[in-house]
Antibody, heavy 121, light 107 residues
Framework: QVQLVQSGAEVKKPGASVKVSCKASGYTFTTHYIHWVRQAPGQGLEWMGVINPTDGGTDYAQEFQGRVTMTRDTSTGTVYMELSSLRSEDTAVYYC??????????????WGQGTLVTVSS | EIVLTQSPGTLSLSPGERAPLSCRASQSVSSNYLAWYQQKPGQAPRLLIFGASSRATGIPDRFSGSGSGTDFTLTISRLEPEDFAVYYC????????FGQGTKLEIK
């Protein structure tokens, strides 16, 4: 069955960077784009960007341009999301999500379990 | 840029009742690229509806989606205790975006 398993919770200081991983299994890794969505405590869902696992191509939400980097490792079927220059407003649960085959424009069928990133001095 | 507005913010109903949840877009949604998700505390969102009206795999038929253009509705025909949660609509265009959510609570 399809699974997206994310890395564990992180605590970071303001100005630092965090790198969250999302390991995919149960399907062919290169056939589906992976998106990242975050949710601040008690708030709604915010799309951050998407990566094409086939060629590593990315598209980031304007709000995160210059601060976010998404990469992938095809040998392990893992996608990474790194967010830099962290501030307290970046405290949130970060989710990876998968859409339909070979389509960058897609609803999200499968989600990781979420990774809590806390930014605090 | 499209903005999605969900209403009401909170809906208080009893099990067995019908729940209509609204999602209004500030401009027409292309190809009905509109999805609905359910989220319970401490859990990831769960896909319910895509393409405005198609139920995702395993979703009970008491959940239905309708609408086109700028006005969309998720209807839960008879509320079960496990349906009380937060619901989000999503436009999955080139820059996906979500509505702010509707909290469905037990009356």
């Amino acid at each position: 069955q399809v699974q997206l398993v994310q890395s564990g919770a992180e605590v970071k200081k303001p100005g630092a960077s965090v790198k969250v991983s999302c390991k995919a299994s149960g399907y062919t890794f290169t056939t589906h784009y992976i998106h990242w969505v975050r949710q601040a405590p008690g708030q709604g869902l915010e799309w951050m960007g998407v990566i094409n696992p086939t060629d590593g191509g990315t598209d980031y939400a304007q709000e995160f341009q210059g601060r976010v980097t998404m990469t992938r490792d095809t040998s392990t079927g893992t996608v990474y999301m790194e967010l830099s220059s962290l501030r307290s407003e970046d405290t949130a649960v970060y989710y990876c999500a998968r859409g339909v085959p070979a389509a960058i424009v897609s609803y999200f069928q499968y989600w990781g379990q979420g990774t809590l990133v806390t930014v605090s001095s | 840029e499209i903005v999605l507005t969900q209403s009401p913010g909170t809906l208080s109903l009893s099990p067995g009742e019908r729940a209509p949840l609204s999602c209004r877009a500030s401009q027409s949604v292309s190809s009905n690229y509109l999805a609905w998700y359910q989220q319970k505390p401490g859990q990831a969102p769960r896909l319910l509806i895509f393409g405005a009206s198609s139920r995702a795999t395993g979703i009970p038929d008491r959940f239905s989606g309708s609408g086109s253009g700028t006005d969309f509705t998720l209807t839960i025909s008879r509320l079960e205790p496990e349906d009380f949660a937060v619901y989000y609509c999503q436009h999955y265009g080139s820059s996906p975006l979500f509505g702010q959510g509707t909290k469905l609570e037990i009356k």
